[in-house]
């Protein structure tokens, strides 16, 4: 029961290319997540969302952007991407409140940027 | 300013051990804290959530235990199995700062061999 959908596992672009990371949860969940994670650095955040038309800046926002039009979609979007994007994207969300409320990530995309 | 760290950063046990995973944290005033398993260019899967009224949680051979005033999680893995393997990882949901937000230890990489 697949619960949060990144909607590719490996790609491929080129330097300069725009690029748009899918995430979609079944969840009914109010936060949604966007990390990198890289070797030594651990997991990054990107930007989040609270609610649709919301999102927040995480601790490395630089060269991205991110749109949430509905409550079950987050992108990511790389605005002309760069090497140094190269990475494994995970997207998660979470419910604001309740007794259990931890995250639930996606199975990852793994970026290369050539 | 929340800081959650990892010891050991990788373990290799024969199979049949029993294990403890460490994760500390600076700062006692937490949501909760949750174990995420991550087997190699996959995405995280929940373990186990603690919130900070509780002192352990249990899912099968996992238990977890939670001491705020020291700051301290352990990940108790019983009858260790090469299907075990993977990289353990902690987070705390912090409640001082942006309370959406986890903070993420970088792991500890399991090898159980046979």
């Known amino acids: 029961d697949v619960k949060v959908t990144q909607s590719s596992r490996y790609l491929v672009k080129r330097t300069g290319e725009k690029v748009f990371l899918e995430c979609v949860q079944d969840?009914?969940?109010?936060?949604m997540f966007w990390y990198r994670q890289d070797p030594g650095l651990g997991l990054r955040l990107i930007y989040f969302?609270?609610?649709?038309?919301?999102?927040e800046k995480g601790d490395i926002p630089e060269g991205y952007s991110v749109s949430r039009e509905k409550k079950e979609r987050f992108s990511l979007i790389l605005e002309s991407a760069s090497t140094n994007q190269t990475s494994m994207y995970l997207c998660?969300?979470?419910?604001?409140?309740?007794?259990?409320?931890?995250?639930?990530f996606g199975s990852g995309t793994r970026l290369t940027v050539v | 300013k929340q800081e959650v760290t990892q010891i050991p950063a990788a373990l290799s046990v024969p199979e049949g051990e029993n294990l403890v995973l460490n994760c500390s944290f600076t700062?006692?005033?937490?949501?909760?804290l949750q174990w995420f398993r991550q087997d190699p260019g996959k995405g995280l899967t929940s373990l186990l959530l603690?919130?900070?009224s509780q002192r352990e949680q249990t899912s099968g051979r996992l238990n977890a235990s939670l001491d705020k005033s020291s700051g301290r999680s352990t990940l108790y893995i019983a009858a260790s199995q090469p299907g075990d393997s993977a990289t353990y990882l902690c987070?705390?949901?912090?409640?001082?700062?942006?309370?959406?937000?986890?903070?993420w230890g970088l792991g500890t990489s399991l090898a159980v061999n046979p």
């Open positions: 998660a969300s979470s419910p604001v409140g309740g007794i259990n409320y931890g995250y639930t």
């Open positions: 969840m009914d969940h109010e936060n």
């Open positions: 969302s609270y609610d649709v038309k919301m999102k």
């Open positions: 700062d006692s005033a937490i949501y909760n």
């Open positions: 603690i919130q900070s």
């Open positions: 987070a705390v949901r912090d409640g001082a700062g942006n309370n959406r937000k986890l903070i």
